[in-house]
């Protein structure tokens, strides 16, 4: 077990853990942000996406103690009123079915349009194409993220 | 306006519901925001009214529905309390709904499976709205001292035209709430229908996009521990001894000990199939330290039956359809001697593999048992199923077990099978202490309750002139036997036989996703694809050709066809018409087309594939659909999306294999699931509007696309498949 300081959210949170604790189990267990999901634990779904300082990473694959000083971000974070872009264009074009891998599809687009504010469909397709969404979303979160990109732009 | 008895389980509409005040409160429209203003706190009711056991009224006018559904992804839990404020003629942005516990006393039926919620529920949910307008009206009339027949509603408004007198529902919730439970009551006609039919945004939006507790693994309460399981790691070996000394005493780690779920003389339920009878329990302070020492565990386990292979099961397979059914499921005519008529046979076999459900959200439940009474909280599609096996198991009345429903991260049938509601339980019991179970996502895809693998060899016979006169089809699956035997094509062809097999094997399967329709509809409307090939016909005019046969001159008594061949028709001819159907090829995509009838709903899809990418990609999807009235057309279309997405992705890419009883695939690296890339570009939905009371739509897109699918490859490839997945070594679509 091994103290940590870490920044998610904009607050600093103190934990004790063992270093190998993934991220993911460290939000969810320790700090009851559970918004960040539980898919594969291999990196493999996307379900667990968070941003480390502006990149989209796997929290399953993080382990605390490889943090340090860089913030974390996780969906409960991504806007203080829930109405980033990406937040207010999936209410928009009603996406989601059971929800449960939505956070990371979140996460993970709201990270690529903050590095291609202009994306093709290929390349939103490149992008999220880590991320599985079992209910078959798909074609609406590209629509989503159309959206999203528009609205920002706008 | 039709006029009917509340005789529809009268009770759920008297009691009091227990639920009032209770449970959390999921807001909708400007509740819905995450941190609501101290206005919009302010403007929530002072107190609420019981109007019956679904619904209860603010004083000032808003109104609480209880979605008494379990909640899937279908959007039940925004579609059900549509119904009810339909009825109950209330402004939509006026309603917060909450999803209901288990309460068998109040509501029907509470299981999501079969897509059956909207059709099972319609009755009832319609009169649940209009008993409580009725008392509401009885109530102005009282206050009034009008008739009440020429009192109307609107929008959550009471009015009396000729005293020029008007009042809110929250100004009558009280008095409302001492009324009389009507002995009839009077619903809408369909025209003045003004919130069923429109396009309503998923209740639980708003809670989804910013990460709110919301699903059965994100429950945290005070005391609780986290659970793990070890189960066999193949089918056919069971628990036999184990050495806890060295997890014991890991960081975190509170107890490893075996776990008996199913003891000797534990009376079952159906929910129960797929169940392993012993297993290990973990239990720690949280879920990492459990995974590290679920690693560090050995089990020893026993061999106790066969170890099968995929292999095994093919050959299986193949052996019971060179054989003869002892009784033939429907036989019409005479196939034998049609074919020795024939000028043209056609013949083929198709096959498919066991699947897992793999829901985003690994199976988990919590519970807290104590002497008393149990509580359990979580994602469960037969909570009433689950709280009987407790009772049996925990040999405690269930009235003393409570069971709640979470938002569940898909189910697909998966959950209809609560094996884990019964672990959970049990390891609680053990530790006299709350606890979570949370499966990994190898204890998830290896555990079981697959979609069955099988097997289907179709033969048709042709005469001269291209016309259908012989179909005979066998049918063989793993502990399921497949094959509809009164839908299409029965009722179509002089001469049919269907047969069934059962293959036994002690891979544990269950209902997935549009059961047996999900292989048989695929497989039938290729090989119809390839018959209306071999007669020179359009598929398109082969398979009209054959609804019109049924509807004019039904071959055998036409109540015993599962279908109703005018609504079949009628999808065909739709999605022929918004598709643009002038053949096989257009624009130079490859096309495919396909139909089927399951769940009480009928599609038609037409399916292209753009040849000039390589591989080709699903470029887009027409669909027809009938399945009556539309509660809500966004989430209908995205129940529609989704069921073509998911059939094109099983078919294509995914499957569970055995070597000597054990899975040989466990996590997303080795199964593969469709992708974004691989999703189509687009998906049109199409909906006959006939005014036909309304049956699901859960399933009813996902069989038939897997059809279209093959003959949209065919045209791009030139070849057939008839093997699922129908990936090889080369990418075929993406």
Redesign the interface.
């Known amino acids: ?1 091994a103290n940590f300081s870490l920044k998610v959210n904009g607050k600093t949170e103190q934990i004790d ?2 270093p190998a ?2 991220m993911l ?1 460290v939000l ?3 700090l ?11 990196a ?2 996307g ?1 667990c996406t968070v941003h480390l300082g502006d990149n989209a990473v796997r929290s399953c694959q993080l382990p605390v103690s490889a943090v340090g000083e860089q913030t974390i971000t ?3 974070g ?1 806007s ?3 109405d980033h872009p990406v ?1 207010k264009a ?2 928009e074009e ?1 996406v ?8 990371g599809q ?1 996460m993970n687009a709201s990270a690529f349009l903050k590095r291609n504010p202009n994306p093709s ?1 290929v390349e ?3 992008a ?15 629509k989503a993220i159309k959206n999203a990109a528009n609205t920002s732009n706008a | 306006m039709t006029l009917i008895k509340t005789t529809y389980n009268r009770r759920s509409f008297i009691k009091s519901s227990a639920l009032a005040g209770g449970g959390m409160v999921i807001g909708f429209s400007w509740l819905a ?3 609501p203003t101290p206005e919009q706190v302010n403007n929530m009711p002072k107190e609420w009214f019981d109007i019956n056991g679904f619904l209860k009224i603010g004083d000032n006018g808003m109104v609480t529905i209880m979605s008494p559904n379990p909640e ?4 039940v839990k925004t579609s059900m309390p549509m119904i009810v404020a339909e009825e109950l003629d209330t402004d939509w942005d006026n309603v917060i709904v909450e999803q209901a516990p288990l309460n068998t006393d109040i509501f029907q039926r509470q299981l999501a499976g079969g897509s059956q919620s909207i059709r099972a529920g319609w009755q009832g949910l319609r009169m649940a709205g209009a008993t409580a307008r009725h008392m509401l009206i009885a109530a102005a009339a009282e206050a009034w001292q009008v008739p009440a027949s020429e009192i109307t509603t609107a929008a959550g408004i009471i009015s009396h035209k000729a005293s020029n007198k008007s009042a809110g529902y929250g100004e009558m919730a009280s008095s409302a709430a001492t009324m009389a439970v009507p002995e009839e009551v009077t619903l809408k006609d369909i025209k003045d229908f003004v919130i069923i039919g429109t ?1 309503r ?2 209740v ?3 809670n ?8 059965g ?2 429950i ?1 309460e005070e005391g609780m521990l ?1 659970a793990m399981i070890v189960h066999p790691p193949a089918f056919g070996f069971s628990y036999k001894s184990m050495d806890t000394e060295s997890v014991k005493s890991m ?1 975190g780690i509170k107890d490893v000990f075996p776990i008996d779920v199913y003891p000797e003389g534990m009376e079952k339920q159906w929910s129960d199939g797929g169940s392993i009878a012993k297993m290990v329990a973990i239990v720690g302070e ?4 459990c ?2 020492a679920k690693k560090a565990l050995n089990v020893e386990w026993e061999k106790t039956s066969t170890l099968e292979s995929t292999s095994g099961h093919d050959e299986a397979l193949t052996k019971l359809l060179n054989t003869s059914a002892k009784e033939a499921a429907r036989k019409d005519g005479d196939v034998a001697k049609a074919f020795k008529s024939a000028s043209q046979i056609i013949e083929r076999t198709f096959s498919a593999p066991f699947l897992a459900h ?5 199976m988990n439940f919590y519970a807290d048992v104590t002497a008393e009474r149990a509580i359990l909280n979580g994602p469960i599609q037969t909570p009433e199923f689950l709280e009987k096996s407790l009772a049996s198991r925990l040999d405690m009345p269930v009235e003393k077990i409570d069971i709640k429903m979470t ?6 049938g998966r959950r209809l099978y609560g094996t884990f509601g019964v672990e959970a339980a049990v390891i609680s019991q053990k530790m006299q202490a709350p606890i979570k179970l ?1 499966y ?2 190898e204890d998830d895809m290896t555990q079981g309750t697959y979609r069955p693998t099988y097997k289907v060899k179709y033969k048709a016979g042709l005469d001269k002139d291209g016309n259908l006169i012989a179909w005979h089809v066998k049918g063989a699956g793993s502990n399921d036997d497949l094959i509809f035997e009164n839908r299409f094509p029965a009722g179509a062809v002089d001469n049919y036989l269907a047969e069934k097999f059962i293959l036994d094997t002690n891979v544990t399967t269950g209902a997935w996703r549009a059961p047996r329709s999900n292989f048989v509809a695929g497989a039938e409307q290729a090989f119809i694809d390839e018959v209306a090939e071999a007669a020179g016909k359009d598929p398109i005019e082969f398979r009209l050709e054959l609804f019109d046969r049924v509807i004019k001159s039904p071959v055998g008594d036409p109540e015993n066809n599962d279908y109703d061949p005018k609504r079949y028709a009628g999808v065909l001819k739709l999605v022929k018409e918004k598709s643009g159907w002038d053949g096989n090829q257009k624009n130079g995509a490859a096309r495919g087309v396909s139909a089927y009838y399951c769940h009480n709903s009928y599609v038609a899809q037409v399916l292209d594939l753009a040849k000039d990418t390589n591989p080709p990609k699903v470029d887009k999807v027409w669909c027809a659909v009938d399945c009556g009235i539309i509660i809500n057309p ?2 209908a279309k ?2 529609i ?6 059939g094109i ?1 099983h078919a294509t890419y995914s499957q569970m294999t055995f070597e000597d009883g054990k899975p040989q695939q466990s ?3 080795t199964y593969r ?5 691989e ?5 049109e939905s199409y909906f006959v509007d006939n005014g036909i009371d309304p049956t699901g739509l859960g399933e009813p897109s996902l069989p038939p696309v897997i059809g279209a699918l093959s003959n949209a490859l065919y045209r791009a490839t030139g070849q057939r498949h008839y093997n699922q997945p129908f990936i090889t070594e080369k990418p075929l679509i993406g």
């Open positions: 077990m853990v063992d604790t993934p189990w969810r267990d320790h009851k942000l559970v918004g960040t999901k539980f898919g594969c634990g291999i493999q779904c379900a996780t969906i409960e991504l203080e009123n829930g937040q999936w209410i009603d989601y079915q059971c929800g449960y891998c939505q956070a979140i469909d939103i397709e490149d999220m194409n880590g991320n599985i969404c079992r209910c078959g979303t798909y074609t609406r979160i590209k | 925001s995450c941190n899937i992804g279908q959007n396009d945004r998923n639980d939006g708003p989804i996009v910013t990460g709110k507790s919301l699903f693994i994100d945290q986290i960081a949280s879920t990492w330290q995974m590290m793999n829901t985003m959200e690994p938002r569940m991260g898909g189910g697909f949370v990994s996502r966004m989430a995205n129940q999306e989704g069921g073509i997405i998911d992705g996590n997303f690296d699931l469709i992708r974004h890339k999703a189509p570009k687009e998906i």
